[in-house]
């Protein structure tokens, strides 16, 4: 019999532009950028969702994002719930 690992989860939504859907499989690469370069968002360096899935990775989780252009974007986090060793 295998136990399932419980998993804590942690979600955040927003109601901004959205991501056009091209975007969505690059957008944790680094320095990848969806502003274009003359509509005033370009002072991001493209670091932001690289660096959350670099340390959601080191803890053995996961990070996905689902977007709607026009309406939003939902980032679900989810990490192995921590085992407590001194019971």
């Known amino acids: 019999m295998q136990s399932q690992k419980e998993v804590v989860e942690v979600i955040f939504q927003d109601h901004g532009v959205g991501i056009p859907p091209q975007h969505l499989p690059r957008i944790f690469e680094r320095f990848y950028r969806v502003a274009q370069n003359d509509d005033g968002e ?14 959601v990775s080191s803890h053995n989780g996961t990070i996905e994002c ?5 309406e939003g974007s939902t980032f679900k986090i989810s990490l192995p719930s921590p085992t407590n060793s001194s019971s």
């Open 42 to 55: 370009t002072r991001s360096g493209g670091l932001g969702l690289a660096i959350a899935q670099a340390l």
């Open 66 to 70: 689902k977007s709607t252009f026009g």
